[in-house]
């Protein structure tokens, strides 16, 4: 969810198309310039991933050894992967579940992580909750390498009850150009939200309490993801539903704000707290549901890390990764 790089590492290597990135990139650029509003436009493949990527709300970090993805469910899924293309089941990101997850999720089973590096720090911001409940909770883990097993809680860093007009599930983390830390998250209800955080603790500040509205609409709207790119904060959300194999009816839709607590807007003018979003992608062919997004600022770009339904294998949820072109001052996947 966080753009981070982490210096001093090889460049990665990516699939064959990424070579063609400049083509492809201008030609999605046009695309979007010149397809009618409301209109389906084309949309691309997933990029070349393989060995064990079925999973759920993914977000990946660069580390010293390579990269590491988490997901959600099984203390956090995670995989590695030398070149981010093969990935390998790596266990979870918790060797076991904390004490406090029980009031928020009977299952104690945490959802949609996101990772970043931060002062020579791993920062996990998570959820714990239950499908349907706005009884949640974002939680915190720390780790100094990244690696499954290695991280520390933190404990709660904000939460809802059954009394809440929103949830707080699917956090992701800002950290903006002047210091400043941000963590959007939410979840239907009165949709998306954002809070300021305290970067000495990675909690909610005690002196900044406020809980801004960034984005709502009917019909489901939940796991954003807040970016910085030029001179726009970007706000990437999964609108529809999930988890419901070649049922789901997730896509991910952008507006854009010059300040990080909005008011966010689309291509067109419209306010996301009205139901406005500019298309990143939606299902297409096989490729189901995508949605559960982050971003990644890699070597050779950024990348759209998210999961989408496999229709030719009966559903089954899987990784896809795309790069994004911003030559339009919009993002593309390509």
Not at 312 to 333: Q, R
Request: aromatic fraction near 12%; charged fraction near 15%; hydrophobic fraction near 35%.
């Amino acid at each position: 969810m966080s753009r981070t790089t982490v210096n001093g590492q090889l460049r990665p290597r990516w699939p064959k198309f990424a070579r063609r990135a400049g083509l492809a990139g201008a030609a999605a650029a046009l695309a979007l310039l010149l397809w009618p509003p409301g209109a389906t436009a084309a949309y691309p493949n997933p990029g070349l991933v393989t060995g064990d990527i079925g999973i759920h709300d993914p977000s990946m970090i660069r580390t010293d050894s390579g990269y590491a993805l988490y997901g959600s469910n099984n203390l956090l899924d995670a995989r590695t992967s030398p070149d981010r293309t093969a990935f390998s089941n790596a266990g979870s990101a918790f060797t076991g579940p904390q004490s406090w997850w029980s009031r928020y999720s009977p299952e104690q089973s945490p959802w949609a992580p996101d990772i970043s590096y931060h002062n020579g720090t791993y920062w996990m911001y998570y959820a714990v909750s239950s499908f349907g409940s706005n009884t949640s909770a974002i939680g915190l883990a720390t780790s100094d390498t990244g690696l499954p097993g290695s991280f520390t809680d933190q404990g709660i860093v904000h939460s809802t009850s059954s009394d809440s007009d929103y949830n707080a599930i699917d956090p992701s983390l800002l950290v903006d150009d002047d210091g400043t830390w941000w963590l959007a998250f939410g979840s239907w209800w009165s949709g998306i939200k954002m809070i300021q955080l305290d970067p000495a603790t990675g909690k909610q500040h005690p002196d900044h309490t406020e809980v801004h509205s960034l984005a709502s609409a009917e019909g489901g709207i939940e796991g954003p993801a807040l970016i910085k790119h030029g001179d726009h904060y970007y706000l990437f959300n999964s609108y529809g539903t999930c988890c419901a194999g070649t049922d789901s009816t997730y896509h991910i839709k952008v507006g854009r704000s010059t300040s990080p607590t909005g008011p966010y807007a689309d291509a067109d003018g419209r306010s996301l707290l009205a139901g406005g979003g500019t298309f990143v992608l939606e299902s297409h062919g096989r490729f189901i549901g995508p949605g559960g997004q982050s971003v990644l600022s890699d070597t050779d770009g950024d990348l759209l890390v998210y999961h989408y339904y496999d229709g030719e294998d009966n559903g089954a949820p899987k990784l896809g990764v795309n790069l994004l072109d911003w030559s339009s001052g919009w993002p593309v996947a390509y």
